[in-house]
């Protein structure tokens, strides 16, 4: 585990309610949309970001955004997306090498470890993909996963069968 200061990330988004393995289907949707917006589009990145407190990997649908960051500073208005941000601040971060399907354990890890440095979750995760599924085998995916964390208990976790739960408590110091 890594934690470390994340710049703000922004980028083109669009917000769903579906089944988490058609991510991959909102990310080319908007990389279509933005293409011919930016010359080279190689350095962009690619980020997927749960939108649940309570994530079962099971259930049939899920609220979450996909999110295309170019490399720039200048983002104009493209029609049926939005221009959203991912908060800059500490994360702990952590690499899952492998394929998507196989991050479970990756994240129950993670938590373990947030846990064990006395650190707390106090927001959504996020997962930035390293390089391209077309490209490389699956086993060779790099998948970087943030959550972000603070030294004041505002969010607590538990991780149950491998399904993160997360439930909010608030803070003490937050109650006075």
């Not at 609220?63 to 170019?70: D, E, G, N, T």
Request: glycine letters at 6%; hydrophobic letters at 40%.
């Amino acid at each position: 585990m890594i934690v470390q200061h994340q710049k703000e990330i922004v980028g083109y988004s669009i917000t769903t309610n579906d089944a988490f393995q058609n991510c991959g289907k909102y990310i080319e949707e908007i990389y279509n949309k933005i293409k011919n917006e930016f010359k080279d589009l190689s350095k962009a990145c690619y980020y997927f970001v749960c939108l649940e407190m309570f994530f079962n990997p099971k259930a049939p649908t899920h609220k979450y955004k996909v999110l295309i960051a170019p490399n720039t500073d200048n983002l104009p208005q493209i029609q049926g997306l939005k221009i959203s941000t991912i908060k800059g601040g500490k994360y702990a971060t952590m690499i899952h090498k492998g394929p998507y399907v196989n991050i479970a354990p990756k994240y129950k890890q993670l938590t373990e470890e947030i846990k064990n440095s006395n650190l707390h979750i106090c927001g959504f995760p996020f997962e930035q993909y390293l390089n391209d599924p077309s490209i490389v085998k699956e086993e060779d995916l790099e998948t970087l996963i943030a959550f972000p964390v603070s030294n004041h208990n505002m969010i607590r976790t538990v991780v149950i069968g491998g399904v993160l739960i997360a439930a909010v408590a608030v803070a003490f110091k937050l109650m006075k």
